[in-house]
């Protein structure tokens, strides 16, 4: 079996802010499957299918899958146990909850 090629995690930047109004490559991840943490760039994305699916550098399990249409989008986070986003500090941010 041949391996298929991927490209690091920059490449989510852009079909990702079209949905989240945040540059998300800069975000950290966790790994459900083996628990690594990392930057979103990091990780191993691959766009041979309808959608971009993006791999754990670890461990290879799938942390995120985005598939876009030309009026909506299915993004599919399960393989992430949380994602941390840096905020700028110059925006305002809602009291508790």
Do not use: K
């Not at 930047?13 to 991840?29: C, K, N, Q, V």
């Not at 766009?47 to 985005?66: D, I, T, Y």
Request: glycine share 10%; hydrophobic share 40%; net charge negative.
């Amino acid at each position: 079996m041949t391996e298929m090629s991927y490209v690091d995690g920059n490449m989510l930047d852009g079909p990702l802010r079209e949905l989240f109004a945040i540059d998300l490559s800069a975000a950290t991840g966790r790994c459900a499957s083996c628990g690594a943490v990392g930057p979103m760039a990091g990780l191993h994305v691959y766009s041979h299918a309808p959608g971009l699916v993006a791999r754990c550098p670890a461990c290879s399990g799938v942390m995120l899958r985005l598939v876009r249409a030309p009026d909506r989008a299915w993004l599919d986070l399960r393989g992430a146990t949380y994602l941390e986003v840096p905020m700028p500090f110059d925006q305002p941010h809602p009291g508790p909850l």
